[in-house]
Nanobody
Framework: QVQVVESGGGLVQAGGSLRLSCTASGLTFGDVALGWFRQAPGKEREAVSCIKWSGDGTNYADSVKGRFTISRDNAKNTLYLQMNSLKPEDTAMYYC??????????????????WGQGTQVTVSS
């Protein structure tokens, strides 16, 4: 049984930083692409960033480029999202997801088969 669990969300002031973590069990971590997605109230779930199984390919949404950094440690079965210079519009539930397809240039939500329950990020102005 595959389990995906996010952690690290919280309340932070605008301009601050947070680091999200995600662990996945029940699968071979190094065989899957991993992604971060977010959903704000009343909005569709959108891609934030994703990373290839080997870590040598990454994609970012334009809205987070230069502020967020995705990374993975396959030895620890852990995915990270370092979020700097946070803005109120980054407020959302953040989800980690795992899948078996990789697309260079964008993160397709439909490619990701396993999802966590999410961790809330709230940025105050």
């Amino acid at each position: 049984q595959v389990q995906v669990v996010e952690s690290g969300g919280g309340l932070v002031q605008a301009g601050g930083s947070l680091r999200l973590s995600c662990t996945a069990s029940g699968l071979t971590f190094g065989d899957v692409a991993l992604g971060w997605f977010r959903q704000a109230p009343g909005k569709e779930r959108e891609a934030v960033s994703c990373i290839k199984w080997s870590g040598d390919g990454t994609n970012y949404a334009d809205s987070v480029k230069g502020r967020f950094t995705i990374s993975r440690d396959n030895a620890k079965n852990t995915l990270y999202l370092q979020m700097n210079s946070l803005k109120p519009e980054d407020t959302a539930m953040y989800y980690c997801a795992a899948g078996f397809l990789w697309r260079s240039g964008w993160c397709n939500r439909d490619d990701y088969k396993y999802w966590g329950q999410g961790t809330q990020v709230t940025v105050s102005s």
